[in-house]
């Protein structure tokens, strides 16, 4: 049969031109163009985390290596043991172990990040042979020794050491940048935050001294630099321990000052009348008269705004001595809608200050379109409008510095892991605002709000210059949608001193209960406790300090990073605490020898410092 | 065409082709050899032992061998008479697998049944009794063959039973590899070029549509036409494998030498193993392991050709069971190369698997007890 032949003859000719085609196909990726670069690599590189740091290079957030127990099922063999074992040693349920045994195949994770005793207690029995298929596997982790002290700042990282929230997450790339393709280990740059740990120390006690005695929903202080815009404490309670954050409540991790968006109350006055002032409405001269209320005629509606006294006469700076509702919304009738839209605007209201923690909002100001007769005089004493502590404080500096908003800053710089600086974040003017006399103006006004009659008088310091606005605003009822009768904001801006000002300070109580809620009454006398603490950490003198002028000794602070190749810096009277930065040197390692401060060193100050060096401190 | 009977002087007359034996046992070495490179990393971390495939692996070999013998020197008939009962056994474990207790699930296929603590792979079987089957009814039906109701349709419904039972396991490579060689015993045994065109208008589609029917499979047919579209998935084997082969290069770098196999090569072992052995052999490597299966099929043929004219089943026999192992060998080096989507087809005498390798040898045994008959024939004559 001649046909089944050919046909044998063109099936084998189909099968050859398909091996032609394999034959070619395997010259082409193994000779030809071969493609070697492996998209995969069995060994995981590993990367260290930078540290964060505090301004003084106080260490915040750091990488740890702890242990992980770790299971291969196939060379389990008794598994009934083993899980009664590892329940006895690491507190977990032993049906739990032995389910997920019974259950999964190959590899399994028992426990992740054990603590070192449990680790060397389980490596003993490993060790013994006790526990076959058990194996200790290092992982990295991290570690917050301040806990909770600037939690919201720095957020926290997941288990597998990716940044979740907070600096860690919007900077995580920085901290933990790509592996390289040739080395071992990736170390991650250093981030130095603007904050400075003394002074968040300071207001983080203050503020939760505050949130216990009033029960407040919530307790905000932030510091920042007048000149620079650099927050130096950002602190917000209720707040967690990033070591567990997990077992914290969520409302705890919240990061108020940046995403909480609340009506200001009286304190806005200070920039609703800066803004009247430079479109030219009201001048320092200006006057209005209180008669206990705002009244002003709509075809459709009365607007009344109530005063909480009867001023008579007022000035721009009775109004913000005396808070007069009034006063202020009687100047806001002299400028147009869209110019104070547009003014309040320029202070940063209704958009972002573009801080890098994460959910900032943009507050509450409607656009003009929007505004009902009510709305200018409303916003003009500071309500109708909503805000955020960081757009209150931020807008604060374009008082400080002669009318020229700054761009706030929570990151000082970054270092790369040989020390080599990176990015150094400078003062960042974002835009005029007002000019520099209506400035003057509004600073000086605020000073008198501290003299005795003053609403911020239980801020007045002797020998001090301040100028401080107080502010209760009425929360609105969720429930109602109406302002609530019995649940308030109270706040307090101090900025200080008021003829070159160099600090400010924004405390805010959300919804105290007790019989005391006024901003003027609560939150100005803390604010002047934080105020005595912090001035001598920043040089601001009293004039009724007895000043000695002492050149002895200087101030004693490890330099913010030393490395190897450095010289080693006098370490003689410094704190253990102090002495951290040392231990975060790469290839150095620190022998210390009792407790108190530094009384030796060896080597000596000035030694370059090697890799592999040992510096051993006997401390008294 | 001859009637074959029970009869004991017809055993153990004439010996078996020494060639092919000869490729059966080189193949088979060089099998050994490789799988043992490809798989004791993973045997060490997986089982603790990095030797677990190579004794596994030997085991079965050594069963495949004897069966191989044994089965080469069985009397002819015996194949025929064989038949109703491999189709029916097939069929039955075919149905097996689909029971929930019995089947059992590997990476989401139903392709596997447990018989005490082992597990066998039904579908190796079904190939076995079909290129029998086939080529026992063609043979059979020589003059009825372009008639459609007594000649086509019957050998064609119980292919289309047996890939429609394999394809519901979830292995459609595994169906379109029967029907593929089924259709070149059709092919071969002279249907009319008419029905093929039939045959083609009504499977393709079919085939088209059950291609798309399931996520994975369009996910591989995606990672086939663009591999770094999902390297972290389906186009992972495939962009792992072209790695290993690239950095084998023409001489590779010696045997045993490869590290994509230390986890960055899956299923090293078993259907990539000719990844390892380009990693390890190189091209030069791949070369000769091709031309060895290019031997072994030419041989095969050659064998079969004998039969033609005078026997026909034997023939068509021959030429379906060589061209079963040949092109289960082509596609697995196709697929590694990227050449063709990734199947679940493994290499024969190289991959690890006990159901694979058993039907091997037994097909190989067929060959060669065909070829002794052929000689002892001849020497007949």
């Known amino acids: ?620 | 065409m001859m009637e074959y009977g029970f009869s004991a002087e017809k055993i153990n007359k004439g010996s078996s082709d020494f060639v092919f034996l000869s490729l059966v046992v080189l193949l088979s070495g060089l099998g050994i050899a490789s799988l043992f490179s490809a798989s004791y990393y993973y045997g060490m971390v997986r089982f603790d032992n990095p030797s677990y495939f190579l004794t596994r692996q030997l085991v079965f070999m050594g069963t495949g061998f004897l069966l191989m013998f044994i089965v080469s020197k069985l009397p002819k008939g015996i194949f025929v008479k064989s038949i109703p009962l491999l189709l029916f056994v097939s069929l039955i474990l075919m149905i097996a697998t689909l029971i929930p207790g019995v089947g059992r699930e590997v990476l989401g296929g139903k392709r596997w049944i447990i018989i005490g603590n082992r597990s066998f792979q039904p579908s190796e079987l079904v190939k076995l009794s079909l290129i029998l089957y086939l080529s026992h009814i063609l043979s059979k039906k020589k003059d009825q063959k372009n008639d459609l109701v007594n000649g086509i349709l019957p050998p064609f419904i119980v292919v289309g039973v047996f890939a429609a039972l394999i394809y519901m396991q979830n292995d459609f490579s595994t169906a379109v590899f029967i029907l593929f060689v089924a259709l070149s015993i059709f092919f071969i045994a002279g249907i009319h070029l008419g029905y093929f065109a039939f045959i083609f208008t009504a499977v393709v589609p079919l085939a088209l549509m059950l291609l798309f029917s399931k996520e994975h499979r369009v996910r591989r047919l995606i990672a086939f036409l663009d591999p770094g579209s999902d390297p972290s998935r389906a186009g992972f084997q495939v962009i792992a494998a072209k790695i290993a082969l690239g950095s084998g290069g023409f001489w590779g770098k010696g045997l045993g030498l490869g590290t994509r196999k230390l986890g960055g090569l899956p299923e090293a072992h078993s259907d990539f193993i000719f990844a390892v052995l380009g990693e390890e052999a190189g091209f030069i490597g791949i070369a000769v392991i091709v031309v060895l299966f290019i031997i072994f099929a030419a041989r095969g043929y050659s064998l079969s050709r004998k039969y033609y004219e005078k026997d026909y089943f034997a023939y068509y026999l021959m030429f379906g069971l060589t061209t079963s192992i040949l092109y289960q060998a082509l596609i697995n080096i196709a697929v590694v190369s990227g050449l063709v989507p990734v199947t679940g087809i493994p290499l024969p005498f190289f991959s690890s698997g006990g159901s694979s390798i058993l039907i091997t040898f037994i097909m190989c045994g067929i060959i060669l007890n065909f070829s002794r008959n052929v000689s002892s024939e001849d020497n007949r004559e």
């Open chain 1, 1 to 620: 049969m001649p046909n089944q032949k050919t046909r044998f003859i063109f099936f084998a000719a189909l099968t050859g031109v398909f091996i032609l085609l394999i034959l070619l196909r395997y010259i082409e990726i193994m000779i030809v163009s071969p493609s070697v670069q492996p998209v995969y690599s069995p060994q995981k590189s590993v990367i260290e985390r930078g540290p964060i740091l505090d301004r003084n290079g106080r260490i915040l957030a750091i990488q740890t290596r702890l242990n992980s127990v770790t299971a291969w099922i196939p060379s389990i063999k008794d598994k009934e043991k083993t899980a009664r074992v590892l329940s006895e040693e690491l507190d977990i349920n032993k049906s739990d172990i032995l389910e997920s045994f019974n259950k999964r195949s190959g590899f399994l994770y028992i426990k992740r990040k054990i603590t070192p005793t449990e680790s060397k207690r389980i490596q003993k029995l490993i060790n013994n042979g006790d526990l076959p298929g058990i194996a200790l596997e290092p992982e990295y982790g991290r570690n917050y020794p301040e806990r909770q002290l600037t939690a919201h700042l720095t957020g926290f990282t997941g288990i597998d050491n990716i940044g979740l929230d907070g600096i860690e997450l919007t900077y995580n790339d920085i901290l933990s940048p790509q592996p390289e393709a040739d080395q071992e280990t990736t170390y991650g740059n250093q981030i130095f935050l603007t904050i400075d740990l003394t002074m968040q120390y300071m207001a983080e006690k203050a503020a939760r001294e505050a949130y216990k005695k009033y029960n407040a929903d919530d307790v905000m202080i932030l510091i920042m630099d007048a000149k620079t815009g650099e927050f130096l404490a950002y602190t917000s309670i209720p707040e967690f321990d990033p070591n567990t954050f997990s077992t914290a409540p969520k409302s705890s991790k919240e990061n108020k000052p940046v995403t909480y968006a609340y009506e200001p109350g009286s304190v806005f006055k200070i920039f609703s009348l800066a803004s009247m002032m430079e479109l030219g409405g009201i001048t320092q001269n200006s006057h209005f008269y209180c008669n206990g209320k705002y009244e002003k005629e709509f075809p459709d509606e009365t607007v009344v705004i109530n005063c909480l006294g009867v001023h008579g006469d007022v000035t721009p700076q009775t109004i913000i001595q005396y808070s007069c509702n009034s006063g202020a919304a009687y100047a806001s009738d002299t400028v147009s809608v869209l110019d104070f839209y547009l003014k309040l605007r320029d202070f940063g209201f209704g958009s972002r200050t573009g801080l890098p923690l994460p959910g900032e909002t943009i507050g509450i100001l409607k656009k003009p379109e929007s505004w009902s007769g009510r709305t200018k005089p409303t916003i003009a004493i500071g309500q109708e409008i909503s805000v955020s502590a960081v757009q209150m404080i931020t807008a604060a500096t374009a008082l400080s510095n002669g009318g020229t908003l700054l761009k706030p800053h929570i990151i000082k710089k970054i270092v790369s892991p040989e020390g080599k600086l990176i990015r150094e974040v400078v003062r960042t003017p974002v835009r005029n605002v007002i000019g520099d006399s209506v400035a003057q103006a509004i600073l000086e006004d605020m000073e008198t709000a501290t003299l005795p009659t003053g609403t911020a008088r239980r801020l007045n310091i002797e020998g001090l210059r301040i100028s401080a606005k107080t502010g209760t605003a009425q929360r609105i009822d969720p429930e109602t949608g109406r302002y609530s009768k019995n649940a308030f904001v109270a706040s307090t801006m101090a900025i200080l001193p008021t003829d070159d000002p160099r600090i400010i300070i924004y405390a805010v109580i959300d919804n105290p209960k007790g019989p005391e809620f006024y901003g003027g009454r609560i939150v100005a006398p803390l604010v002047k406790e934080l105020v005595e603490e912090i001035i001598p950490i920043l040089g601001i003198r009293k004039t009724t300090d007895n000043v000695v002028e002492h050149s002895g000794k200087v101030t004693l602070s490890l330099p913010g990073h030393i490395e190897p190749g450095s010289s080693l810096p006098d370490l003689t009277g410094l704190s253990k605490r102090e002495l951290l930065p040392l231990f975060s040197i790469k290839g150095i390692s620190v022998e210390m020898e009792g407790e108190g401060w530094v009384v030796s060193q060896t080597p000596s100050p000035g030694t370059l410092l090697k890799e592999g060096t040992v510096v051993h401190l006997k401390l008294k």
